[in-house]
């Protein structure tokens, strides 16, 4: 028996042994949409990857390249891949160079990154913008080419529009997969856009994106059979979201309950920070928020069937306990200077030029209005228009205190940064000036009132300049505004009459602005709003209502959002001790324009009501008349029973 048992005994231990030595380990660092945060999070100017535990900014692309230098040392021989999961460009002044420099393409070659994929921000220059990024990069010559990976995108035989692209698609510049082969393994990687990213990005066209279920299918097909690998790797921009019970839903999660044979997922889009690992069936998931504020470091074993598993995970904070890597910082201080040559200069600006100073941090929180209202009155003042409006989710970011509350024109840019000219092709998206009969005006706040309180998110929470309304959750959709005043908290609020002659002229970017031209289609012709010129002349497209700065100069010359926030913050006749515009956040600037008054009492009920309110009114009372008569008669027949 003691013979059986030592037998036994050797027979698990060589089965262990064999075990561990047939099982794999790779870890995966990574990242995803960096949106062109190439410094810290927080007041440029307390940035300062040279000194150690001296700021409150986290981020910041050179101590990323610090950190992912002591994590490859620290692994050592281990098969390590590092990878990101797209949108690297858009939402700081270094994208508006983008085409001219390719600076984050070069600076995700630089960190030595394996592969990225294409987010929706890459097409906010349009299809050729994105030819250029990568035609700049390569240009350069200073870091390698990294991997594009786009499996699903698909390039239009009828439009030239995309052709550049496709050139460089055709050149291997972009790849529908790419194989790494370390340390013994062979990875296969292919990246996918998602469907919520194309629709938010209708600057893409003519490029389209085929459908990402189909087109994993195909790629794990062809990386499992053709090609051989031992893990397969998607780059998605599609994204994940927190569920009310704790659980996460989302593209990614439905692609790989339907696509088997995804090892792991590397996710981005929804700006997620998953602080574990989630697992699907066999597939991982991992995501880490957004704008390199961490680093994402995943340990996975293979055992001898080929099951990827997780074996540890870890989320590295990036912030000033890590110093900038003097090289990165470099090449980013190279970017600024092209920024203010290139950009700034000419309309009287430099990137880390001091213009405001803030008391607190100024929120996108839909019931911290500072930040809309200051919005709101600079495309106001400078459409030269009577109101303004915008919705919650174009302030792409916040104003951060900090330490000392400063604000640089590079702090200031990154609340309005996106888009791009209808005429003249430069960054920023470009003011309009409309004009409505106050009737329209009512009606378009009705649509803006309905699409938040429909969509549920604070991203759709209307921001205006120029007017206040009140609105009645008791009344009909569509039929909620009582009451709108026109003015402003300075001058004083007039109240205004829908059915009053004249034309109001309103002022917005071409990108919330040309929202007003599908009204009609919106509410199925239920309101016949038709945007005008000044003379009351319909008005056929959004290019015919762009603001010309300079109608004495040749052609359109556009006035940016980001241009009219500068000016607007710039001319504020409120200082602080040093000269700095202050942005207060007490009394008129805080003022609520936008009121909820939830009220039964009839002088609010029908208070200027249209016909909705009117009509469903009274079937409500034809229907409680019905009820009393039934009621009524069949009291009758019980009693004569």
């Given at each position: 028996?003691?013979?059986?048992?030592?037998?036994?005994?050797?027979?698990c231990?060589?089965?262990s042994l064999?075990?561990?030595?047939?099982?794999?380990?790779?870890?995966v660092?990574?990242?995803?949409?960096?949106?062109?945060?190439?410094?810290?999070y927080?007041?440029?100017?307390?940035?300062?990857?040279?000194?150690?535990?001296?700021?409150?900014?986290?981020?910041g692309?050179?101590?990323?390249?610090?950190?992912?230098?002591?994590?490859?040392?620290?692994?050592g021989?281990?098969?390590?891949?590092?990878?990101?999961?797209?949108?690297?460009?858009m939402?700081t002044?270094f994208?508006?160079?983008?085409?001219?420099?390719?600076?984050?393409?070069?600076?995700?070659?630089a960190?030595?990154y394996d592969?990225?994929t294409l987010?929706?921000?890459?097409?906010?220059?349009?299809?050729?913008g994105?030819?250029?990024m990568?035609?700049?990069?390569e240009r350069?010559?200073?870091?390698?080419?990294?991997?594009?990976?786009?499996s699903?995108i698909?390039?239009?035989?009828?439009?030239a529009?995309?052709?550049?692209?496709e050139a460089?698609q055709r050149?291997?510049?972009?790849?529908?997969?790419r194989?790494?082969?370390?340390?013994g393994?062979?990875?296969?990687?292919f990246g996918?856009?998602g469907?919520?990213?194309?629709?938010v990005s209708?600057?893409?066209?003519?490029?389209?994106?085929?459908d990402?279920?189909a087109?994993a299918?195909d790629?794990v097909?062809?990386?499992r059979?053709?090609e051989?690998v031992?893990?397969?790797?998607?780059?998605?921009?599609?994204?994940?979201?927190?569920?009310p019970?704790?659980?996460?839903?989302?593209e990614?999660v439905e692609?790989?309950?339907?696509?088997?044979?995804i090892?792991?997922?590397?996710?981005?889009h929804?700006?997620?920070l998953?602080?574990?690992p989630?697992?699907?069936?066999?597939?991982?998931l991992?995501q880490?928020?957004?704008?390199?504020?961490y680093?994402g470091?995943?340990?996975?074993?293979?055992?001898?069937?080929g099951?990827?598993?997780v074996?540890e995970?870890?989320l590295?904070?990036i912030?000033?306990r890590?110093?900038?890597?003097?090289?990165?910082?470099q090449r980013?201080?190279?970017?600024?200077?092209?920024?203010?040559?290139?950009?700034?200069?000419?309309?009287?600006y430099?990137?880390?030029?001091?213009l405001?100073?803030?008391?607190?941090?100024?929120?996108?929180?839909?019931?911290?209005?500072v930040l809309g209202?200051?919005v709101?009155?600079?495309?106001?003042?400078?459409?030269?228009s009577?109101?303004?409006?915008?919705?919650n989710?174009?302030l792409?970011?916040?104003?951060?205190?900090?330490?000392?509350g400063?604000?640089s024109?590079?702090d200031l840019?990154?609340?309005?940064p996106?888009?791009?000219?209808?005429?003249?092709d430069?960054?920023?998206?470009?003011?309009?000036?409309?004009y409505?009969?106050?009737?329209?005006?009512?009606?378009?706040?009705?649509v803006?009132?309905?699409?938040y309180?429909?969509?549920?998110?604070?991203?759709?929470?209307?921001?205006v300049?120029?007017?206040?309304?009140?609105y009645?959750p008791?009344r009909?959709?569509?039929d909620?505004v009582?009451?709108?005043w026109?003015g402003?908290?300075e001058?004083?609020?007039?109240?205004?009459d829908?059915d009053a002659p004249?034309?109001?002229?309103?002022g917005?970017?071409?990108?919330?602005?040309?929202?007003?031209?599908?009204?009609p289609?919106?509410?199925?012709?239920l309101?016949?709003?038709?945007?005008?010129?000044?003379?009351g002349?319909?008005?056929?497209?959004?290019?015919?209502?762009?603001?010309?700065r300079?109608?004495?100069?040749?052609?359109?010359?556009?006035?940016?959002?980001?241009q009219a926030?500068l000016d607007?913050?710039?001319?504020?006749p409120?200082?602080?001790a040093r000269?700095?515009a202050?942005?207060?956040?007490?009394?008129a600037a805080a003022?609520?324009?936008?009121?909820?008054?939830?009220?039964?009492?009839?002088?609010?009920l029908f208070?200027?009501?249209?016909?909705?309110?009117w009509?469903?009114?009274?079937?409500?009372?034809?229907?409680?008349?019905?009820?009393?008569?039934?009621?009524?008669?069949?009291?009758?027949?019980?009693r004569?029973?």
């Amino acid at each position: 028996m003691r013979i059986i048992g030592s037998l036994l005994a050797l027979a698990c231990l060589m089965a262990s042994l064999a075990s561990g030595a047939a099982e794999r380990r790779f870890v995966v660092l990574h990242t995803n949409d960096w949106q062109s945060r190439l410094l810290g999070y927080g007041p440029n100017s307390e940035y300062s990857p040279d000194s150690l535990n001296d700021d409150l900014t986290v981020g910041g692309v050179a101590r990323l390249a610090t950190l992912l230098h002591e994590r490859r040392a620290a692994l050592g021989e281990v098969p390590l891949l590092t990878l990101d999961a797209g949108d690297f460009s858009m939402g700081t002044l270094f994208h508006t160079v983008a085409r001219e420099e390719g600076g984050e393409l070069r600076l995700l070659g630089a960190l030595g990154y394996d592969a990225t994929t294409l987010g929706n921000h890459e097409f906010d220059f349009r299809p050729a913008g994105l030819a250029q990024m990568i035609a700049a990069a390569e240009r350069a010559g200073d870091a390698p080419n990294v991997p594009i990976l786009a499996s699903n995108i698909r390039f239009s035989a009828q439009s030239a529009d995309d052709d550049a692209l496709e050139a460089l698609q055709r050149a291997g510049r972009i790849q529908p997969y790419r194989i790494v082969e370390k340390g013994g393994l062979r990875f296969g990687l292919f990246g996918l856009m998602g469907r919520d990213a194309v629709e938010v990005s209708p600057l893409m066209a003519p490029v389209t994106f085929a459908d990402p279920l189909a087109a994993a299918r195909d790629m794990v097909r062809l990386l499992r059979e053709q090609e051989r690998v031992d893990v397969v790797i998607l780059l998605s921009h599609m994204g994940v979201s927190a569920q009310p019970d704790g659980s996460w839903r989302g593209e990614d999660v439905e692609l790989v309950e339907q696509v088997p044979g995804i090892d792991l997922v590397i996710g981005a889009h929804s700006h997620s920070l998953l602080r574990e690992p989630l697992r699907v069936n066999d597939t991982t998931l991992v995501q880490v928020g957004s704008e390199i504020q961490y680093l994402g470091e995943l340990h996975m074993t293979l055992d001898a069937q080929g099951r990827a598993r997780v074996a540890e995970y870890r989320l590295h904070a990036i912030d000033d306990r890590t110093p900038g890597d003097p090289a990165i910082g470099q090449r980013v201080a190279a970017l600024q200077q092209a920024v203010s040559e290139r950009v700034l200069a000419a309309h009287g600006y430099a990137f880390d030029q001091p213009l405001a100073r803030v008391e607190r941090t100024l929120t996108r929180a839909y019931d911290d209005s500072v930040l809309g209202n200051l919005v709101t009155d600079a495309l106001r003042r400078g459409a030269g228009s009577d109101i303004a409006f915008t919705g919650n989710g174009t302030l792409r970011d916040e104003l951060y205190r900090g330490r000392e509350g400063v604000q640089s024109v590079a702090d200031l840019f990154r609340v309005a940064p996106l888009g791009i000219g209808e005429f003249d092709d430069q960054p920023g998206y470009p003011l309009m000036r409309v004009y409505f009969t106050p009737r329209e005006i009512r009606q378009i706040l009705e649509v803006l009132l309905l699409a938040y309180q429909m969509r549920d998110s604070d991203s759709y929470y209307p921001r205006v300049s120029g007017v206040k309304f009140t609105y009645n959750p008791w009344r009909m959709p569509f039929d909620r505004v009582s009451r709108i005043w026109l003015g402003d908290a300075e001058r004083g609020y007039r109240e205004l009459d829908p059915d009053a002659p004249g034309l109001i002229s309103l002022g917005a970017t071409t990108y919330v602005g040309s929202f007003t031209w599908l009204i009609p289609e919106l509410t199925y012709g239920l309101f016949e709003v038709v945007p005008k010129d000044a003379e009351g002349r319909p008005l056929a497209q959004i290019r015919d209502a762009v603001l010309d700065r300079d109608p004495d100069t040749p052609g359109i010359q556009e006035y940016k959002e980001w241009q009219a926030f500068l000016d607007h913050v710039a001319a504020l006749p409120a200082r602080d001790a040093r000269g700095l515009a202050l942005l207060t956040d007490q009394g008129a600037a805080a003022e609520q324009r936008m009121l909820r008054v939830a009220s039964l009492a009839p002088s609010e009920l029908f208070r200027h009501a249209g016909g909705l309110q009117w009509t469903a009114t009274l079937l409500c009372a034809l229907l409680l008349w019905l009820a009393g008569w039934l009621t009524w008669r069949l009291w009758r027949r019980v009693r004569a029973g």
